[in-house]
Every structure is written in C-alpha cells, then in structure tokens.
C-alpha cells in the first residue's frame, strides 16, 4: 500500500513520536499495565498501529473481495447487506411439548432460525428409562426417545420454513433421520430441508466427552452422513466442525482455530479415503465458533479462518469448487464467560461477543442468556437474549457494510499474527501424525489444559479482573426466576416411550434393527436402515444399542 520511502517516513515519525510525545507522558503517569495483550493468545499489543505494521500487505491476495477466494472479507458478495444472519436461539425444554412452545413464542419473537439443544441421556444415546439416565433426563435439553418426540417437537412448524440446528453428535444420523422423517411425513421434498447436525466426534474426543463409539466406526457414521445427504438432502449441512467447545474448555483462539481446522482436515481426508469426491461433499460442511470478549482478537480469528480454509481446501485437497473452499460458520456466544454473580452483566457481555461474531461475517449466531451459568434460560431472558442481536442487525449500523474493520492495521496485522500461529499448530499436528493422533497422545488436550490453567491463575491473582467476580464485587445478589425440571417432568416423558413401546408394531421394529445391524457389520450406508428403524418407531437407545453391539464403545484412556 505504501513505498519504502514512506514507510521510512512513517517509521521515522512513530519514532520521533515515541520519544518526544508518548514517551515523556508514560514516563510521569505511566499506563495502566506493564504490558498490553490480547486477551487469550497473549499476542503483545502496540501502542499504536501504522502502515508498517502491514508492510507486506496484498489487497488482492489478503483480503480480495466479498464472496471472492480467498473469502477474508466473506463468503457472500452482499453479505448482510443482502440477508442478515440467522438468529438461532439455542433450546429444548426438557419435554418435546415445552419445546415446540419454546420455538413458536422464539419465532413469534422474531427468531429466524430454530436450534435443537437435547438432554443429555440422548446426547449419549439411551432412552429415558435407562438406567444411566436417572436424573438427567430433559436437564440439559429436550428428550427425544422415539419418532414421535421429534414429530411433538415439530408440530404446526412446517420444515420447509425454517433451518434447523441440532447439537447432536454421536447419536446424530439417529436425530438426523428423526427429522427427515418428519419432513417426510409433512410432505416437504427433501431438497427442501436446510439446518445442520453438529455432528463433529473428533471434538468430543479433546473436550465434550459425549461420545459413544471409537474414533474409527465414529468416523464410518460421519461420512455415511455425507454420503446420504449428500444426495439425499443436498441442502443440509452434515457437520458442524466445532471450534466452540475446544474455547470452553480453555483454549486460546489461535488453539480454537487450528484445532478445529485439524478436525476439518482429518474429515475431509476420512472421506476421500472412503471414495467421496470433494468438491461434491465438502460444500455441505460447516463450522461453528465461539464468540469470546476480546472483540478485535475475535474479529481476526474469524477472517483468518475463512482464509485459511480456502487455502487448504484448494493446496491440500485440490478443490475446485468456490463452494467448497468457502468456511461458513455459525457462532455462540462465550457460555464459560457468563458469571454466576452480577448475572445482568452478562447481557452487556454478550452484546459485545455477538458484536464481534456480527464484525467477523458469521452466518448464524445464538446469544446467551444472561441465566445460563445456572440453568436452562427463562423466557425473558432468551428473549432479551434474541433482542440483543435485533438491536445489533437493526439499530447498530454494523451489519450496513462488508467487513467493515477492514484496513485496520491493527485488526489486518493480528489476523496476520492469528493465522500464522494457527498454521504454526497445524503443522505441528501434522508432524504428530494427525488430529486423530495428537489426539491419543493427549498432545491436543495438554495445550488447551495449559492455556486454561494460566487463565485460572490469572484470574485468582487478579491479573485478569473479571467483572463482579475479583473486581467490582457486591455483598448480595437478587432472587433468580430460574427455569427447571421436575421428577414429574422426567415420569412424564417416560411414560411417555412406554406407550410409543406398546403401540408400535414389534416385528417391524425387530426388523429394521436387523437390517441395521447387518449394515453396520458389513460396507452398507447406515443411513438409510436408520431411517427405516426410526420410522418403524425403534428408539434413539435401541439404534444406539445395535450400533454399540457392532461398533464397540470407546472409554477414556483406551487406544483411539
């Protein structure tokens, strides 16, 4: 952008500046901290950006433009201009009845997109009455045991008018067939179906833990997945490749992102070893990121990450397709950073997550609400959770312009530093032999266990102030209106399976649990035995069984 002489010329006067202009005001009042650093990579912060701070800057190689490779400034060419973001509210209210109530008031509300958010006995694969989900069930999120949950979930919510996501991963062809079942029923084309199945196991692996089988048959799922869909359901999203839960469980954002395109590389290399062509399944997968305080630290992770996956898309993988080269992402807000003391300052921390989420070109966002340290979000504060991005996408101006922190020195030279040391990690994973790899030698878990310590640290020494936590603290807080779920509730949906139980047609359901298991023990595509199993009325615990019997399970420690 500029020449050698005036980049001398900047150079010289940022030097005389220094020395007679910042530098004697530092001297008699100093500043407010020793050093200045991004908020978890701990890149070192200036004091003040030039144009030498992007000396080697390329307008058309860095940057280019809106829906043009290499996507640093978007994947679309109109981008919000066009269509704002969906605004997707996470949920699920323990029951599939509360559920449906909880999407229609959401839309009613103005939400543009649905979010599936499941107990955790489904997220695991067992039905309500098993035994290993006792006190759980409905906690986390609805129960969907059956068919006839999902179709509850659903009612008067026509498929074809909305886009769904569903935060399922191991069971996930299981509630993926739920809901194609339901489109079926509906009589919506299947083409027309849009959402996403989260999907991702490998991030399950290094920091959620809801997985059910090893790596290897979790693996065969996942590109059965892409297969099926990808004739089958050609607008839906088969994977949503997770960065988010890597940044809960303490890593940088540099670690977020390099982690989670590590994960993206080991499921494209999973599926071209099985056949596939990449520029026919790799339009349909997705990422999905955390939005954490730091607004410009966020800002260039997310156009790092388009960039970068151009980039490895097309020299690894040798895509042609620009849909396949494109990262689009959905985005939550920070969850760890929501305190369970002064929670109305979560609002205000949420607003500026979802600012960056908005500044950095995501596609979809769920925002927070300010209760979910403690529970499942009330209505009011989901709703004020929903306005918070209407107040962003209608009355903050941020969403009138493409990448509208482009240029900025700083924000253009720590995407730099950002990408660098993601590809920096990257390259170490590959010398590691892999994600899969990095992963058993718990190489991948250390790094992110060392950010979280430090962080910890920090905060218990207050070198890092949390709002109303070490600094700013109150004596009291106010009584919650805190949302729950009772024993009730959980007899209530068991009650409910045992009727789907004696309902059904047994033999039908034996049926279609062998016709699973046979496919699962030999080359056979999942996907469709599974879809005859759940429209048999076969349970989310009974398909996970068969595939258990054939797969194995996979338990901490053992060999991935």
Known sequence: MFDQEELESIREGKTQWEAETRGPTVERFGERKEAFTTDTDGHEIDPLYTPDDVADFDYEEDLGFPGENPYTRGVYSTMYRGRLWTMRQYAGMGTAEETNERYRYLMDQGQTGLSMAFDLPTQMGYDSDAEMAAGEVGKSGVAIDSLNDMKAVFEGIPLDEVSTSMTINAPAAVLLAMYIAVGDEQGVPREDLRGTIQNDLLKEYIARNTYIYPPGPSMRIITDVFEFCAEEVPNFNTISISGYHIREAGASAAQELAFTLGNGIEYVEAALEAGQAVDEFAPQLSFFFNAHNDIFEEVAKFRAARRMWAQIMEERFDAESE???????????????????????????????????????????????????????????VRTALRTQQILAHESGAADTIDPLAGSYYVEALTDEIEEEAFEIIREV???????????????????????????REIEDGSRVIVGVNEFEIDEEPEMDIEEVTEEDQQRQIARLEGVREERDDEAVAEALAALGEAAEGEENVMPPILEAVKAEATTGEICDVLREAFGEYHPGSAL
Do not use: C
């Open 323 to 381: 849909k396949a080269k494109q990262l689009k992402f959905h985005t939550q807000t920070a969850g760890s950073m929501l305190t369970a003391q002064q929670i109305e300052n979560n609002v205000v921390r949420v607003a500026y997550q979802a600012l960056a989420a908005v500044l950095g070109g995501t596609q979809s966002l769920h925002t927070n609400g300010k209760d979910e340290a403690l529970a499942l979000p009330t209505e009011k504060s």
């Open 430 to 456: 590959d010398d590691r032999g892999g994600m899969l790899e990095a992963v058993e030698d718990q190489w991948v878990q250390r790094q992110i266990q060392d950010v979280a310590f430090e962080r910890q």
